[in-house]
């Protein structure tokens, strides 16, 4: 599996720290790395700060993002399937590679060449 290029943190410049209160601090986005954690791994960290953020609140607003959170995740979890299988795919089938294709625009685990 080819892997994806690594993306600089804007954040921090890719220097993995910021400006606080009492000093520098690993930088928030990318965990004093200096570069961002792939695309899936950012859409899992966002899915567990709303989940987070809405267990605070509690009562039907909690119930119905955590269903929304658990959908999010079994479709995303079938377009990696998707992805992968299209992967095994001879590569001279184009319906294989459409479908691989769209399956990594909404996952964004390759870059797409938009020249
Ligand atoms: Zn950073």
Not at 75 to 83: W, Y
Not at 91 to 96: F, G, K, M, N, V
Request: aromatic fraction near 2%; hydrophobic fraction near 35%.
């Amino acid at each position: 599996m080819p892997k994806t290029p690594i993306e600089k943190c804007a954040t921090c410049q890719g220097q993995g720290e910021v400006s606080g209160i009492t000093g520098p601090e690993d930088c928030p986005d990318c965990g004093g790395l200096g570069q961002l954690p792939s695309a899936l791994t950012l859409t899992e960290r966002r899915l567990r700060e709303i989940e987070g953020s809405c267990a605070r609140q509690g009562g039907q607003v909690e119930l119905d993002i955590r269903w929304l959170v658990d959908q999010v995740r079994r479709s995303r979890h079938v377009l990696v399937q998707i992805l992968a299988a299209g992967q095994d795919a001879e590569p001279q089938d184009a319906l294989a590679s459409r479908v691989h294709f769209l399956a990594n625009g909404v996952l964004g685990v390759y870059p797409v060449d938009t020249k």
